[in-house]
């Protein structure tokens, strides 16, 4: 007799829409004519096999990434702080050796000696900031925040800086525009780039921070253009580079520590933005971004007149700060939220044309339910339904009558994983 053995992996979609990885082991036991006797065959659900390993397989991406970073860290600390220590210490020695110094001799060398210090503290500030954000240490908490608030902050705050250069620094932003973003980094990214385009922008010149809609509905394209000296196209790409720590005076001498883009990108890329740079070489340069939008809109989908307008009145008390629109079946819900996605959907699950199941498995086709939280809030919900719903990603399915405290920190919940999902697409 003859064996013949076959294993084989598949992955499949099951009936909801989800994948399921499959093992198929068949054993065939042949004759000596060759003449198939026996077959035997074994199917295993592998599923969380196969999500251990993807998840092994990210967590081995991760722990090469921070050895890489270690790397870097360690590169730059042995390199760029030696610079501003040795001028420390050379300066200090002077001072404290040669009697023969004259008075202005002296003043020059302690302004030597701070200007290094103040070099390095930039840096090792930098490299902190940089650090906590490659390993994930860093607090990450978007809140809904109105631009043009940050923007005023972060020029008053450089106010003295381009007084000091007689540069006006003036935002063409208006009050109509809000982001999600943790307030904190992007006072930072703000903070970096207008003092940048400060530093490098001549006496009696201007900088402008404007704002218009990007090619994604779910973000806004800031700019901030200058009118300096620009920078050569060959030096472009290694402007946020962290290895090349690509750095320039300033047009009255300042110093940098040539990590403050690699910061500002790496903040930007935390909240699902991307920023690059347009410049002409004695001109001037404009730095673009963009940032994930605040939509100000919760979308309720559901049949019952009744229910929309309460769960609206509701809504409207939990969430003031956001407006409430009503749709009556998941068809009208996919035509608004193709014209413009809201911060949240609410769906009932009984409702005729299509009801809240076959809406949302609408919103996976459409790749829409990775960075649009949906909640089901029903009149009846049966416990394998709303195991069903459960595979298809949505976390939070209540049943009319609603708990209200349960149901305000659920939206709270949800409305925060639209901006953490938008982040990882």
Do not use: C
């Amino acid at each position: 007799r003859f064996q013949l053995s076959s294993e084989m992996e598949i992955r499949i979609i099951n009936k909801e829409g989800g994948a399921v990885w499959i093992r198929n082991k068949v054993k065939i036991i042949r004759d000596e004519a060759g003449k198939i006797k026996k077959i035997y065959g074994l199917v295993s659900d592998i599923t969380l096999k196969k999500k251990a390993e993807e998840e092994l397989k990210k967590s081995t991406e991760n722990l090469l990434k921070l050895n890489e970073t270690k790397d870097r860290f360690i590169s730059i600390i042995s390199h760029d702080l030696r610079t501003p220590f040795s001028s420390i210490l050379g300066f200090t020695e002077l001072l404290s050796g040669d009697e023969t110094l004259s008075k202005a001799e002296r003043l020059q060398y302690i302004n030597f000696i701070k200007e290094s210090s103040n070099s390095m503290l930039s840096l090792v500030n930098s490299l902190l900031d940089w650090t906590r954000l490659q390993t994930g240490r860093v607090k990450f908490e978007p809140q809904k925040i109105q631009a043009k608030t940050i923007i005023e902050k972060s020029i008053n705050s450089l106010s003295g800086m381009s007084y000091q250069k007689g540069i006006t620094v003036g935002s063409a932003v208006g009050n109509k525009h809000f982001i999600f973003v943790d307030k904190n980094l992007i006072d930072q990214v703000f903070n970096n780039l207008l003092s940048n385009a400060i530093k490098f922008t001549n006496k009696d010149d201007n900088v402008t921070v404007f704002v218009k809609p990007s090619g994604s509905v779910r973000f806004l394209e800031f700019s901030i253009k200058d009118t300096g000296r620009g920078i050569k196209q060959e030096n472009i790409d290694k402007l946020f580079s962290v290895d090349t720590k690509f750095t320039s005076d300033g047009t009255s001498g300042e110093k940098g520590s040539g990590l403050g883009l690699s910061l500002v990108k790496d903040i930007i890329e935390k909240h699902g933005g991307q920023i690059w740079v347009e410049s002409e070489y004695g001109k001037g340069s404009e730095f673009k971004f963009t940032l994930p939008t605040a939509s100000a809109n919760i979308l309720i989908v559901d049949d019952n007149k009744t229910d929309r307008l309460l769960y609206s009145k509701i809504l409207k008390n939990i969430t003031p700060e956001y407006s409430v629109e009503v749709v009556s079946n998941g068809k009208e819900a996919l035509e608004k939220i193709s014209i413009s996605p809201p911060a949240l959907v609410i769906t009932e699950h009984q409702m005729p044309e299509m009801n809240g199941y076959e809406f949302v498995k609408e919103l996976i086709k459409s790749n829409l339910i990775s960075t649009l939280p949906v909640m089901v809030l029903s009149r009846k919900i049966e416990r394998n339904v709303a195991q069903d719903y459960l595979e298809l990603g949505i976390e939070f399915v209540f049943q009319k009558p609603v708990n209200l405290q349960s149901f305000k920190k659920s939206i709270e919940k949800s409305l925060r994983k639209g901006i953490i999902a938008n982040n990882f697409r």
